[in-house]
């Protein structure tokens, strides 16, 4: 007889599916989710009755817009920008913008649904949202990213505000571009308001923000061995990226006496035994935040291997820290990862586990901590960087970084109350679910139908 659970899950993804056509991520996210919630929802029929689920799909606004800017060449280019405010009944709409070609409404869709129970998960008072691009800062000139972002905050402007909506950076958005989309806000607004975080120090910036997600991922990463009376130290471990999630991941693990031994880009990944030390990450630094190049570099630089078009998950690792994007870890990879002796899998990007690789990964009781925990980091200390800007104060580095401690460890612990089995295996992808579910949805039943 079929499982009157899974009967109830496959009749709300087929209403999902045939609303929201084509959006195989954000069907994907919200598949998850509702396999996560519906056993909870069964006995606490009060979140049923009110649809809070229902309401929790269906984005509040969804924005989205022509964005005509001018090439180097003189010739003018149109690409399509979207901001989805997504929920906002715990605090304003916060998210990064993602700048990237395969950005599509699906896309985003899914980043913002999953935002919605990362930043409920954080305790700060953040509501979900996300946006971004089909633009490609790759190849482009820094004038050519400027007048794009200036281009996409002009219409961007009248939808966002420090109290109302609150955008960020994700892949293809650093320091560089906040700081062109800051500038164009503040032209167009005449005000100086916290309206973006991930900004620079001398304006408004928050200490540890750039470092945050990868921090935050390796102190999640400490907590689930902490469950098994383990450490960092002395563990090698197999990164996928090179952007700012990874690069921050690999100097914390630096620091806790792990080994880094590979990282990668969308064109292949290297591969150094002896470990990424803290010279060789200066060097990543530069060569991705400045030059803007190819990790194949690093492998020319150290002598180390390079394996074009392939990604890091066959190589031997204790633990894997996927930081690049969604989907980056399939079925194939998943198994071969376990039989290469991984017992936990940290995301510092967002699902970048196939649904069916999650599903090995549960099965087969290894850590596998879900990037709507894992990476909350970055939004956490962008929630502090908002405080910091209503307070017009700047926090200390030690100070910033221990309340990031202090969330990613809270995290963890409601990760655990709500994913914990009678048998004492943590799911902490229930428990990301139903903990980042409670808080919004308390909110909702309080605030009326809306
Ligand atoms: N920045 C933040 O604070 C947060 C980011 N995240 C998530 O972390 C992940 C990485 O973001 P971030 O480090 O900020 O982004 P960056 O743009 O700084 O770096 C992205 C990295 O991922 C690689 N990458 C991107 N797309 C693909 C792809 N389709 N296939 C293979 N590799 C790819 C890039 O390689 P290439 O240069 O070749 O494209 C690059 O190395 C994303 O999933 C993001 O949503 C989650 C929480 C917060
Ligand atoms: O810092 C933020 O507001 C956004 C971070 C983000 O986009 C994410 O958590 O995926």
Redesign the pocket.
């Known amino acids: 007889m079929a499982n009157i659970s899974n009967v109830k899950v496959d009749e709300f993804m087929a209403k999902v599916i045939a609303k929201n056509q084509g959006e195989t991520e954000f069907h994907q996210a919200v598949q998850e989710v509702v396999e996560s919630l519906m056993p909870f929802l069964d006995e606490n029929p009060e979140y049923k009755f009110s649809k809070i689920l229902e309401r929790m799909i269906e984005p509040e606004r969804v924005i989205m817009f022509r964005v005509p800017w001018v090439d180097d060449k003189g010739e003018i280019q149109v690409n399509r920008g979207y901001r989805i405010e997504m929920n906002s009944a715990i605090g304003p709409y916060?998210?990064?913008l993602r700048l990237h070609p395969t950005v599509n409404l699906g896309i985003l869709k899914f980043?913002a649904f999953e935002?919605v129970f990362?930043n409920s998960l954080t305790t700060l008072p953040l509501g979900g949202g996300?946006g971004g691009s089909d633009f490609d800062p790759k190849g482009k000139s820094d004038n050519e990213v400027m007048r794009f972002c200036q281009s996409f905050m002009t219409e961007l402007q009248r939808h966002i505000g420090p109290n109302t909506d609150v955008p960020?950076g994700?892949i293809g958005v650093g320091g560089r571009e906040i700081g062109y989309l800051f500038g164009q806000y503040k032209r167009i607004r005449n005000e100086f308001t916290g309206v973006l975080?991930?900004k620079g120090l001398e304006w408004g910036g928050s200490l540890i923000r750039p470092e945050a997600t990868g921090y935050g991922a390796v102190y999640f990463a400490e907590q689930m061995l902490i469950t098994k009376s383990e450490s960092m130290k002395g563990k090698t471990v197999a990164i996928s990226g090179s952007g700012n999630v990874a690069q921050y991941a690999v100097e914390k693990i630096i620091e806790l006496g792990g080994k880094v031994v590979t990282l990668s880009d969308s064109s292949g990944y290297i591969y150094d035994p002896k470990g990424i030390d803290s010279e060789k990450l200066a060097f990543v630094l530069e060569l991705k935040n400045s030059r803007r190049g190819r990790i194949s570099e690093y492998a020319e630089k150290f002598g180390v291997e390079y394996f074009e078009g392939k990604r890091p998950w066959e190589v031997k690792c204790d633990l894997a820290l996927p930081c690049a994007t969604q989907n980056e870890i399939n079925t194939d990879d998943a198994k071969l990862l376990i039989k290469n002796g991984c017992y936990l899998v940290c995301e510092g990007a967002?699902m970048p586990s196939t649904p069916e690789a999650v599903d090995i990964f549960i099965e087969s009781k290894i850590l596998f901590g879900p990037g709507k925990a894992a990476?909350a980091g970055?939004?956490a200390v962008?929630g502090l960087e908002m405080s910091q800007n209503s307070m017009r104060l700047a926090w200390t580095r030690e100070e910033v970084d221990a309340r990031l401690k202090q969330i990613m460890s809270d995290i963890h612990e409601t990760c655990v109350k709500h994913g914990k089995d009678d048998a004492g295996f943590v799911n902490y992808v229930k428990g990301a679910n139903i903990g980042g579910f409670l808080k919004v949805a308390n909110a909702m039943m309080s605030q009326g139908y809306v």
């Open positions: 916060k998210g990064g980043l935002q990362k996300k960020a994700d975080t991930g967002n990476n970055g939004v962008s």
